[in-house]
């Protein structure tokens, strides 16, 4: 809130260029606000479609009861597929955003997250699966170190029987 006191020889044209003058501060100071409030944050990437959805709930829901820290989670969907409205209890944090249906399956899918940083002004990038549940408490601030991302990994001697690797489909 500003108030000026008009006095002797202050004339409508100097007044004018003073609430110009502010109003050009406060578009700067809230455009600052808005980069600082994106700094060391995270964004949880999720590229899921309708045949997901019963797994993608859980997987929201996961993430709003145990995922902690600077973060918000970017949903994207294809054109044409609604969430069912019993998901609004897990948009929390959650922005929606749809895409042009360009292909389908695996290679589609990596298409999406390569393209992710085009969605959102984070630093960093999560990315996570319909299928994946968090299923105990993590903090996203955690896995950055020293300004930089933490890469994790399990040894190949360790997963057994898993499939590490398959050819797209």
């Known amino acids: 809130l500003l108030i000026l006191k008009m006095g002797a020889g202050m004339n409508d044209h100097l007044l004018i260029g003073v609430l110009v003058r502010l109003q050009y501060v406060c578009v700067l100071l809230n455009g600052l606000k808005n980069q600082l409030k994106q700094i060391n944050m995270t964004t949880i990437f999720i590229k899921s479609y309708n045949k997901d959805f019963k797994l993608l709930y859980y997987a929201l829901k996961s993430i709003q009861l145990n995922v902690k820290g600077n973060y918000d989670v970017l949903l994207m969907l294809d054109n044409g597929h609604e969430l069912p409205d019993h998901f609004k209890e897990v948009l929390n944090n ?21 393209s992710a940083h085009k969605f959102t002004n984070s630093e960093y990038i999560m990315f996570s699966d319909s299928d994946c549940i968090f299923d105990h408490k993590i903090n996203v601030d955690d896995y950055i170190a020293d300004g930089k991302p933490e890469i994790l990994y399990t040894d190949y001697s360790k997963v057994g029987d898993a499939i590490c690797w398959k050819q797209p489909t």
């Open 94 to 114: 959650v922005r929606v955003v749809y895409v042009e249906k360009e292909g389908n399956g695996y290679l589609f899918q990596q298409w999406c997250k390569i």
